[in-house]
């Protein structure tokens, strides 16, 4: 097994709850682009999306980890502290929903019908 460490002659910067913070934002192409060859920043910034952790980490098995992980800090702890929710399951399933229809009309009645729930939810 490859154990991987920081090269220290490199500034390191943490990002640590980064979706807490309003101001700060995942990476975007240019910013990426300093890191990367920019064709290889836009792949990259496509498969993993442009939070630092899954980007700079460039392997499917750790995102997938690293996005089930995201998902339950943002539903259990920041959502759940927010409003009471009682079916958590459906809250998930909606996410997903919703991220397959990313740039796509939205209906509320079609989503409370793929999640067998009332529109009025």
Known sequence: MKVK????????????ELHKMP?????????AGAL????????????FGGFPEPFLENDPVFYARWKRSHLDVILRQDLLDMVAINDIKSVET??????????????????????QKDPQT
């Open 36 to 47: 990367l060859e920019p064709r290889e920043a836009l792949s990259r910034i496509i498969r």
């Open 23 to 31: 101001d700060l934002h995942p990476l975007d192409v240019r910013e």
């Open 94 to 115: 909606l996410i997903e929903l919703l991220r397959n229809r990313v740039c796509s009309p939205v209906s509320y009645a079609n989503l409370a019908n793929d999640l």
């Open 5 to 16: 460490s920081w090269d220290r002659s490199k500034p390191l910067i943490i990002f640590d």
